[in-house]
């Protein structure tokens, strides 16, 4: 049976034990490009009323900077970006080549902050661009100028960073510094760094710009939001995150995991309404046809759930005891469940039971818990009906008969 929904916590005291180290962060920033990286998932597009509908969920939210689009891309998308920016409060991005018609496009919309990139690594610049190193360092510098010149924040990614000639890195990183560029943004296009060695890139490239910098995770490897977070250790103030982490290939770092790690592992106030991170993730989910696996982090149907035996026991008696306590169901927007089955245990259907308005005995629950066991263990789901099933052929007396007798 779901707990009843409680007022959420926002903050709650880390556990003491042998990570209770919580001072390596002090802010971070949320980048959110569902909108834009997260629709270049294969197999999804978002109407405009989709991205009007999950961008106007985003500002609610307090999310820092909206990445809606790429404007130059079609009349619907520039209409997209545009509204966007005219209807929301926090900012809005637009993506743009280092090529004048984008950014011109992404200038047009009206949105706060341009976002040009560039490919940087040999393989890229050589094989999709066709282009050489000479060329695309001076492109970085003009777009650059172009985007500081209009007035617009200007956000300069070396795409492909992760897999640059660091000296190459580091010179292009320097002449877009001196051009203006008020972002660098550090994406880790083919998702091929860990966290060890982007926190070392990342803690590289602060010496060599006073630009704020932002950083861009790929899942590839399974690592995309532990290498945002490693990122934000090395000095990167925002990260570029999306919704159930769709996106390009295996996706993105996560807006939820990344959010929930700031402010549960963390005790970063990010100024994230975070009692809203289900509910996005739900829209975002039917909006763009992917579905959401049960194991996933903070927005999964399992994160809150519990069917073991000794686990459900123990979260009955103290949640704290098999969830991590600094993150709770209420905090997310979400519901704790005790779901029966193969492995369940007399706690959990004595629970179900008496929220279903029964009154067992022991005897009772050992046998209806006999029954939970068997049908569970033939594969079938135990719902409700199920449940309620087995009490009456136990002859389980409900509570108001047992105030009558």
């Given at each position: 049976?779901?707990?009843?929904?409680?007022a959420?916590?926002r903050?709650?005291?880390?556990f003491?034990?042998?990570?209770?180290?919580?001072?390596?962060i002090e802010?971070?920033r949320?980048f959110?490009?569902?909108?834009r990286?997260g629709?270049q998932?294969?197999r999804?597009?978002?109407?405009y009323?989709?991205?009007r509908?999950?961008?106007a969920?985003?500002?609610?939210?307090?999310?820092?900077?909206?990445e809606?689009?790429f404007?130059v891309?079609s009349?619907?998308e520039?209409?997209?970006?545009r509204d966007i920016?005219?209807?929301?409060?926090?900012?809005?991005?637009?993506l743009?080549?280092?090529?004048?018609k984008?950014?011109e496009?992404a200038?047009d919309?009206g949105?706060?902050?341009v976002?040009?990139?560039v490919?940087t690594?040999d393989v890229?610049?050589e094989?999709?661009m066709?282009?050489?190193?000479?060329?695309?360092r001076a492109n970085?510098?003009e777009?650059v100028?172009?985007?500081?010149d209009a007035?617009a924040?200007?956000?300069?990614s070396?795409?492909d960073?992760?897999?640059?000639?660091?000296?190459f890195l580091?010179d292009?990183?320097e002449?877009v510094?001196?051009?203006?560029?008020?972002w660098?943004?550090?994406p880790?296009?083919c998702?091929?760094a860990?966290?060890?060695r982007f926190?070392d890139?990342i803690d590289?490239v602060?010496?060599h710009?006073?630009a704020r910098?932002?950083?861009h995770?790929?899942?590839?490897f399974?690592m995309?939001?532990?290498n945002?977070?490693s990122?934000i250790?090395?000095?990167a103030?925002?990260?570029?995150?999306?919704?159930?982490?769709i996106?390009?290939?295996?996706?993105n770092?996560?807006y939820?995991e990344?959010?929930?790690?700031?402010?549960s592992l963390?005790?970063v106030?990010t100024?994230?309404?975070?009692?809203?991170?289900?509910?996005?993730?739900r829209?975002?989910?039917?909006?763009?046809?992917?579905p959401?696996?049960a194991?996933?982090?903070v927005?999964?149907?399992n994160?809150?759930?519990?069917?073991?035996?000794?686990?459900a026991a123990g979260?009955?008696?103290?949640?704290?005891t098999?969830?991590?306590?600094?993150?709770?169901?209420?905090?997310?927007?979400?519901q704790?469940e005790l779901v029966?089955?193969?492995h369940?245990?007399?706690?959990?259907?004595?629970e179900?039971?008496?929220?279903?308005?029964?009154?067992?005995?022991e005897?009772?629950?050992?046998a209806?818990?006999?029954?939970?066991?068997?049908?569970g263990?033939?594969g079938?789901?135990?719902?409700?009906a199920?449940?309620?099933r087995?009490?009456?052929?136990?002859?389980?007396?409900?509570e108001?008969?047992e105030v009558r007798a």
């Open positions: 049976m779901p707990t009843t929904r409680l959420p916590a903050r709650i005291e880390f003491q034990g042998t990570l209770d180290s919580t001072d390596e802010t971070a949320v959110d490009t569902t909108l990286d629709e998932s294969p999804t597009s978002f109407s009323e989709d991205k509908e999950i961008a969920i985003l500002d609610e939210m307090g999310t820092h900077v909206i809606a689009g404007p891309n009349d619907a520039f209409e997209a970006v920016a005219k209807s929301t409060s926090n900012d809005v991005c637009g743009a080549r280092v090529v004048d984008d950014i496009a200038l919309t949105a706060e902050m976002h040009v990139f490919s690594s890229q610049i094989d999709s066709h282009a050489t190193r000479e060329e695309v970085a510098v777009a100028e172009r985007v500081v007035g924040t200007c956000m300069f070396p795409m960073a992760t897999r640059t000639d660091e000296e580091l292009v990183i002449a510094t001196e051009a203006g560029t008020d660098i943004n550090i880790d296009t998702g091929v860990a966290p060890r926190y890139l590289t602060t010496d710009t006073d910098i932002d950083v995770t790929h899942d590839d399974g995309a939001t532990a945002a977070i990122g250790e090395a000095g103030e925002q990260a570029q995150v999306s919704v159930n982490s996106g390009e290939r295996a996706g770092a996560a939820e990344y959010v929930m790690s700031l402010e963390f005790q106030d100024g994230i309404d975070t009692t809203r991170i289900t509910e996005l993730s829209v975002v989910e039917e909006k763009s046809d992917m959401v696996p194991n996933k982090p927005v999964g149907a994160a809150f759930s519990h069917e073991s035996g000794i686990h979260v009955i008696e103290n949640s704290d098999f969830e991590p306590g600094v993150m709770t169901p209420e905090m997310v927007g979400a704790r029966l089955g193969k369940t245990g007399t706690h959990s259907v004595r179900r039971l008496e929220g279903a308005g029964f009154a067992p005995s005897e009772e629950v050992r209806v818990t006999r029954r939970v066991k068997d049908y263990a033939e079938d789901r135990v719902t409700e199920e449940l309620e087995f009490a009456r052929e136990v002859g389980v007396s409900l108001e008969e």
